[in-house]
């Protein structure tokens, strides 16, 4: 392996580290009963009662470790997180002879759960990469036997790499920031990538030209393809590396984290990190619609008919709702190539996070055999997603302007809902279209899910395109 695994809590060997004996929470009371004296004595001395994501050593007699027990419950990546808090640092191996006998998809969730309890951005305080541990204490966990190793690896990377790109401040990760990123990315792969920008952005992209034209850096479509076999697979993400809400200012507290508003472009990037490191025989596309919303002579104004794409113009409702716009050109582009799948990722309403809170992305689709089956990955991989209605009575909302299209309508009210319709003029009534209106930040922090950025979606979009793909084969 050419990865530098240890930086991210794990090892490939088992050798030298110490034994974690898991026990399911529902078995607690009948292991203890069951285990042998001095590890039930040990356990009452310490009051240890058992609950899942917390662990005790067991001495050895000399005052060593003779080995851990680590609780889980029905969260098993999140129990793996836990147990990395809770152990000391150093190596461990979970024993499979001993406690409650797991899948190798349980035992692959609580690596991961594992390595992302050791993810931290501190690249501005010390000048360091965040993935450069050398100078810190960890835990690591030899990777479980059975478990793919470039499959566990690429999900902890792209996540991981998801959340640098959205924690990183607005004035590096610009859209040349996001272009570089992306670059760097396509070359690790062997990905053919194709920036438009500059006069050619203009003419066959004019939205995202539009939106981002008042910035001091430019805007500008990133587009790269991997994999020659498979099902066609388009991720298209917004990225707008900050959000000032252009004429329509937001207020400075609104404005605060709007270096996140380029978390749909990271999730995706992110993803296909992951997609392209687990090797899945899809043939994959991304676009991202780079462009900062700022504030000059040049921005849009309210109630500005602008092209795009797709030959539909549209009135702007609102110039802080620009995501939307940006969408439209890169969404159309994907529908021109005829994939099997396109979703997209944005940081797109705050009616979403009205709904269903800062913690639960909302899912929309055309098909409803898709979302059924996005949502049972979601399910099975602990990445909870909730699906809100294309509901399409309140399409009549976006057709109260002067043209044809309004981009935000005559309403406040359902504005995820009419958000996902407008989208929806643009990748299509008829195609194999999902949308995630997402967060992408965690406001407090948990083990394995730090205050800062993050891949919300991506692990239950993974499991659905691998899906896809293995049916796909068959």
């Not at 990777?143 to 566990?152: C, H, K, T």
């Not at 952005?201 to 790269?224: H, M, T």
């Not at 994959?284 to 113009?313: F, W, Y």
């Not at 800062?358 to 089956?373: I, K």
């Amino acid at each position: 392996m050419n990865r530098i695994i240890t930086d991210y809590g794990l090892q490939e060997s088992a050798k030298g580290t110490n034994a974690l004996v898991l026990v399911h929470a529902d078995d607690w009371a009948a292991w203890c009963e069951a285990t042998e004296p001095f590890a039930k004595n040990w356990i009452k001395a310490h009051a240890f009662s058992g609950k899942a994501g917390t662990a005790l050593i067991i001495p050895t007699d000399d005052g060593g470790i003779n080995a851990a027990i680590g609780v889980i419950g029905k969260h098993d990546i999140w129990d793996g997180a836990c147990l990395a808090k809770a152990l000391p640092p150093g190596g461990w191996h979970i024993d499979p002879t001993q406690g409650t006998k797991l899948d190798t998809v349980a035992y692959e969730m609580l690596a991961l759960g594992w390595a992302l309890s050791e993810y931290s951005f501190d690249t501005y305080k010390n000048g360091e990469s965040s993935t450069d541990k050398s100078n810190h204490l960890m835990t690591h966990l030899a990777i479980p036997g059975g478990v793919s190793a470039d499959r566990l690896l690429g999900l902890v990377e792209g996540v991981w790499f998801c959340r640098d790109l959205i924690n990183t401040p607005a004035n590096h990760m610009t859209p040349q920031g996001l272009e570089d990123s992306a670059t760097d990315l396509a070359k690790t792969f062997g990905a053919a990538i194709t920036i438009v920008s500059g006069n050619d952005l203009q003419k066959s992209f004019p939205a995202i030209n539009i939106v981002g034209r008042a910035a001091e850096i430019a805007p500008r479509l990133i587009d790269f393809s991997w994999g020659d076999t498979g099902p066609k697979i388009t991720l298209v993400g917004k990225g707008i590396t900050f959000d000032s809400g252009g004429l329509d200012l937001k207020p400075s507290k609104a404005m605060e984290m709007m270096k996140k508003d380029m978390g749909g472009s990271a999730i995706v990037l992110g993803l296909a990190m992951a997609i392209m490191a687990a090797k899945l025989p899809v043939r994959l596309r991304v676009l991202v619609a780079a462009a900062e919303n700022a504030v000059s002579d040049r921005s849009m104004r309210p109630l500005d008919v602008i092209d795009t794409r797709a030959g539909i113009k549209v009135e702007v409702g609102n110039t802080d709702a620009e995501g939307r716009l940006v969408l439209a050109d890169a969404l159309t582009l994907a529908r021109e190539d005829d994939p099997d799948f396109v979703i997209d990722f944005a940081t797109l309403t705050g009616a979403a996070r009205v709904a269903l809170g800062t913690e639960l992305p909302a899912l929309f689709c055309n098909r409803d055999d898709t979302a059924t089956q996005i949502l049972a990955a979601s399910d099975e991989v602990g990445d909870p997603l909730w699906r809100l209605p294309l509901f399409d009575d309140y399409d009549r909302h976006l057709e109260n302007g002067h043209v044809t299209l309004s981009s935000t309508g005559s309403t406040g009210f359902g504005g995820a809902i009419t958000a996902a319709l407008f989208l929806r003029r643009f990748a299509g009534n008829d195609s194999n279209w999902a949308h995630i209106d997402v967060m992408a930040w965690n406001l407090s922090g948990r083990p394995g899910r730090p205050r800062g950025g993050e891949a919300m979606g991506l692990r239950a979009i993974f499991r659905y395109i691998e899906q896809l793909a293995a049916n796909k084969q068959s």
